[in-house]
C-alpha cells in the first residue's frame, strides 16, 4: 500500500465528515477508498449476493490474519443512526456462511440496541463503525504503513532512544538492559546531548567502549560495565593506559554495579589524562538530560565536557600503600 494514498483517503473522509448531508454513495465511494488505500478491496464488485435478494453496497475478498474472507460492506451516511435491525441482518449473513464478515459504516452513528447486538453476537465478524473509528484506522495503517518502511538501523535507533527516555522516569528498571545494548543506549544519549559519537564493535572495542568529541574537537572515551558486579582494578588499570595512549581529554568509566574498593591495586601511576568514575545514578542523570534535550524543555550546553563529566568522581593518585574509596575527589 502507498502512504500517499492513505493520505488522500484520509482528506477524503474529512471533507465528508464537514458535510451536512452527504450521499450514501458518496460515502460509500470514500470508504472503498479507504479500504484500496490499506491493500483489503482491490476494487469494488457486485453488490447483490447471488445467494439471496438481500443488497449491500459491495462485497469483496481480502486477506485478513493469513486467510482469504469474503467481506461485506454496508454505508450509511449522516441520516440518523443504525438501529438493530440492521446489524442482525448482518449477523445472520455472517451465520449462514454467506460471509466471512460485514463492516457497517455509519456517519450517523449507531442506535444503543445496535451496538448492544453487535457486542452479544459474533463478536468481531461484525464491526460497527463511525468517522472517528475510520479516521482513528487510517492513522495507524499510516504508521504502519512508515515504520514498515525503516530500515533496521533506523528501527534500533528509535528503539534505543526509546529505552533511553524510559529509563529517565525509570531508571529502576536499569537492569533490564542487557549489557551490548546498554552501551548503544548511552550513545544515542551522547548524540542527543550534542557529541560527535562513536560506538565501537564490542570485538574491536581497543579498550572503550564509544569515543567522544566535543564542538572543540577534544576526544573522550567512555567504558560502560553494565554489570551486577562492582568494577575492580582490572578494569580501571586497562582504561588508565587506553586514555594515556589515545590523549584523550578525559575518560569516563560508567559501570551501574558501583565499584570495589581496590580500584587503586596495580596502578603505579596516574597518567596526565583525568579519569572519572560514574554509577547507575550518572547514567540515570545522563538519561534524564537526553529527556530534557528531546522533550524542549533543556537547551544545549555549550559546555558539553561539564555536562558529561559533572556529578562524576575523579581518579587522583592514592597515598603510598593505601587504596580507599576516601582517597576519591569529586570532580566539580
Given at each position: 500500500m502507498a502512504k500517499t494514498d492513505l493520505l488522500r483517503a484520509r482528506d477524503a473522509l474529512d471533507v465528508l465528515v464537514r458535510k451536512s448531508d452527504t450521499p450514501e454513495s458518496e460515502v460509500s465511494?470514500?470508504?472503498?477508498e479507504i479500504l484500496q488505500a490499506a491493500g483489503y478491496a482491490q476494487g469494488q464488485q457486485e453488490a447483490r449476493l447471488p445467494e439471496t435478494s438481500m443488497r449491500l453496497d459491495a462485497t469483496f475478498e481480502a486477506r485478513i490474519e493469513d486467510k482469504t474472507e469474503r467481506v461485506g460492506v454496508e454505508v450509511r451516511g449522516m441520516r440518523g443512526n443504525v438501529n438493530g435491525q440492521t446489524?442482525?441482518?448482518a449477523q445472520d449473513l455472517v451465520r449462514k456462511d454467506l460471509l466471512d464478515r460485514v463492516l457497517i459504516v455509519s456517519l450517523g452513528g449507531y442506535s444503543q440496541l445496535a451496538r448492544e447486538r453487535a457486542e452479544e453476537g459474533l463478536l468481531g465478524k461484525v464491526d460497527l463503525l463511525?468517522?472517528?473509528?475510520?479516521?482513528v484506522w487510517i492513522n495507524k495503517r499510516?504508521?504502519?504503513e512508515d515504520e514498515a518502511n525503516l530500515p533496521i538501523p533506523s528501527i534500533l535507533k528509535r528503539a534505543l532512544r526509546a529505552m533511553a527516555l524510559h529509563l529517565a522516569t525509570a531508571p529502576a528498571e536499569m537492569d533490564e538492559v542487557e549489557w551490548r545494548m546498554m552501551e548503544q543506549l548511552l550513545g544515542e544519549v551522547f548524540e542527543g546531548l550534542g557529541f560527535d559519537t562513536e560506538v565501537t564493535q564490542s570485538a574491536k572495542d581497543g579498550g572503550y567502549d564509544v569515543r567522544l568529541k566535543d564542538r572543540d574537537a577534544k576526544v573522550?572515551?567512555?567504558e560502560v560495565k553494565h554489570w551486577q558486579t562492582k568494577a575492580g582494578s582490572g578494569v580501571v588499570k586497562r582504561f588508565v593506559?587506553?586514555?594515556?595512549?589515545?590523549g584523550s581529554a578525559a575518560g569516563l568509566i560508567l559501570s551501574t554495579g558501583g565499584f570495589a574498593d581496590c580500584i587503586f591495586e596495580g596502578l603505579i601511576e596516574l597518567q596526565n589524562t583525568a579519569i572519572h568514575l560514574g554509577d547507575r545514578s550518572k547514567v540515570a542523570a545522563l538519561c534524564k538530560a537526553f529527556y530534557r534535550a528531546e522533550t524542549q524543555l533543556w537547551q544545549s550546553d555549550d559546555d558539553l565536557p561539564a555536562l558529561l563529566l559533572g556529578g562524576t568522581t575523579r581518579l587522583t593518585e592514592p597515598p603510598p600503600k593505601l587504596a580507599a574509596p576516601s582517597d576519591l575527589a569529586t570532580a566539580i
Open positions: 465511494a470514500v470508504v472503498f446489524v442482525y441482518r463511525d468517522a472517528r473509528d475510520l479516521r499510516i504508521a504502519i573522550y572515551l567512555v593506559e587506553v586514555n594515556a595512549k589515545g
